[in-house]
């Protein structure tokens, strides 16, 4: 069974920062590709930034240069190092793996950035 627990979510200032962190429970997180999705009322989850098991990164267009996710395989660890953040970085963000054909999530942890 594999558990994902994300935390470091609240309220921040614009162009303030903030870190989301996820563990996972279970064996062979070295070999998940994990992603921070983030949710809005109203509209899709959608994909904030991945990182593969090789350490190779993705990013969402709106989060580059902002955002950075890394990971520590030892701690079975995920990270999102949030800077300049906006207003429409508000969302619930998510913790996901993913190895073939299985997915799992995190409960979500919510980010409030004020104006």
């Known amino acids: 069974q594999v558990q994902l627990v994300e935390s470091g979510g609240g309220l921040v200032r614009a162009g303030g920062s903030q870190r989301l962190s996820c563990v996972v429970s279970g064996s062979s997180f070295s070999i998940y590709t994990m992603g921070w999705y983030r949710q809005v009322p109203g509209k899709q989850r959608e994909l904030v930034a991945a990182?593969?098991?090789?350490?190779?990164?993705n990013y969402a267009d709106s989060v580059k240069g902002r955002f950075t996710i890394s990971r520590d395989n030892a701690k079975k660890m995920v990270y999102l190092e949030m800077n300049s953040l906006k207003p429409e970085d508000t969302a619930v963000y998510y913790c996901?793996?993913?190895?073939?054909?299985?997915?799992?999530w995190g409960q979500g942890t919510q980010v409030t950035v004020s104006s």
């Open positions: 996901n793996a993913k190895l073939g054909p299985m997915i799992y």
């Open positions: 990182i593969l098991r090789g350490g190779g990164t």
